[in-house]
């Protein structure tokens, strides 16, 4: 069993940056990969960032060169670096965790999620 508690939303504008982060519960945090996700009113959940047990990395075309993800494993945590920050980012993000996940941007493949962290962009 994992759980995980997101942190680092909050409202800021356009420009900006914010740091994510998710610490994790459970003695085999190095052995799932991880997700971030985010959801905005209307539309589907999707993944913006990934990273695979192996460390390899994942990152929606829309966030590249924009945000970066890292994990920790031995703190069990992962963090989300968001710069640039635009007005569409704006969202509920979650963070995920997935064992054996065959598809990182694939949110049916994740067990785990966090309860969510509401990131506002202003305009």
């Known amino acids: 069993q994992v759980q995980l508690i997101e942190s680092g939303g909050g409202l800021v504008q356009v420009g900006d940056s914010l740091r994510l982060s998710c610490a994790a519960s459970g003695r085999t945090f190095r052995d799932y990969a991880m997700g971030w996700f985010r959801q905005a009113p209307g539309k589907e959940r999707e993944c913006v960032a990934a990273v695979r047990s192996s460390g390899s990395t994942y990152y929606a075309e829309s966030v590249k060169g924009r945000f970066t993800m890292s994990r920790d494993n031995a703190q069990n945590t992962a963090s989300l670096q968001m710069n640039s920050l635009k007005a569409e980012d704006t969202a509920v993000y979650f963070c995920?965790?997935?064992?054996?996940?065959?598809?990182?941007?694939?949110?049916?493949?994740?067990?785990?999620w966090g309860q969510g962290t509401q990131v506002t962009v202003s305009s």
């Open positions: 995920a965790a997935g064992w054996i996940v065959t598809n990182v941007a694939r949110s049916y493949d994740y067990h785990y």
